[in-house]
């Protein structure tokens, strides 16, 4: 009974075995990137500027000193930064294992040259027919009138 027991448990301590070895290499590859990013004419931080991976498409905010820290997996060769009113830049990584990139964003002048202006309609129609109904309650009141008339559909 003892040796159906062991050779019941065995697939699954190999499964085990399997999962905790190549969990550990999928950590060991992942690299570690730090930087900044600054607006290229003035020098000050720019926060909230997305830096993110063109490859996985994973990504950070910056904080408030413009700064990051930023996990990429061994796949990842280029990083990218985005924010409204900046162009976006893209920089390759190298293969260490740590490393820091530091961004220039360049102001888009051309991104805000236009702004349009939508009006939005005040009632829908069904908040219009519910606002004809309470301003004529009196005159449809069934009550008050000594006939009443309707459409029946």
């Known amino acids: 009974m003892r040796a159906e027991t062991i050779r019941s448990f065995l697939p699954y301590r190999i499964l085990a075995f399997l999962f905790f070895v190549l969990n550990a290499s999928v950590h060991a590859q992942q690299r570690v990137v730090t930087g900044s990013v600054v607006d290229q004419e003035t020098g000050k931080p720019l926060f909230p500027c997305s830096v993110y991976s063109l490859t996985s498409g994973n990504g950070v905010i910056t904080d408030e000193e413009g700064k990051f820290t930023f996990l990429v997996d061994s796949k990842t060769d280029t990083i990218a930064i985005s924010m409204i ?40 129609k069904a908040q219009r027919l519910v606002k004809n109904v309470i301003e004529h309650k009196d005159a449809n009141d069934v009550f008050n009138n000594s006939s009443f008339q309707a459409k029946v559909y």
């Not at 820091?100 to 702004?115: D, Y």
């Open 85 to 124: 009113g900046y162009k976006t830049e893209i920089k390759a990584l190298s293969k260490d294992q740590q490393q820091t990139i530091n961004f220039a964003a360049v102001p888009n002048s051309a991104s805000l040259s236009e702004v349009v202006v939508a009006i939005k309609v005040k009632y829908t």
